[in-house]
Structures are given as structure tokens and as C-alpha cells.
């Protein structure tokens, strides 16, 4: 993993954007592993893909929230 340009995970506050890059088929697990990635647009879509922060005082998710499409219009990679 890739944050802001360094192998790690960070330790202290972040702000703004944390992680980028491009999805693909072999990067699908869960409910999605073995389906395509239009199969996960259609979920942020729908808004039922969502991501659970995990922290080491809260391994079993300190936040969650909702992953929406910038632009769930456009036909352009997410």
C-alpha cells in the first residue's frame, strides 16, 4: 500500500486524499470477488458499497461510510 507517495500505513492525522489508484477484477474480494468492477459501480451507484475504517483501538471499524462515484454519471474510471 501507497500512501501519499510512501510504503506505509499512516500513524498520525491525515488529511486529504489518502489512497488512489485503479480497480481491477483481480482486485475484487467479498461479496464482488468473481464479479466485474461495473458490478461494484453499480453498488456505489445504488450506495451499497462501503468501507470500514479500522484503527488498532478499534479493530472492529472506529468509522464507516458509503463509496459513491465522484461522478456517478460519467463513464470514466472511478
Known sequence: ???????????????????????TVNDLS????????????TLM???SAYVVVRTQAHENGEIQGVITPSNASAKQPI
Request: hydrophobic share 30%; net charge positive.
Open 45 to 47: 451507484k445504488n450506495n
Open 1 to 23: 500500500m501507497e500512501i501519499n507517495g510512501k510504503p506505509e500505513i499512516p500513524t498520525g492525522q491525515v488529511n486529504g486524499q489518502i489512497s488512489k489508484g485503479v480497480i
Open 30 to 41: 467479498g461479496p464482488v470477488s468473481g464479479k466485474n468492477v461495473t458490478d461494484l459501480i
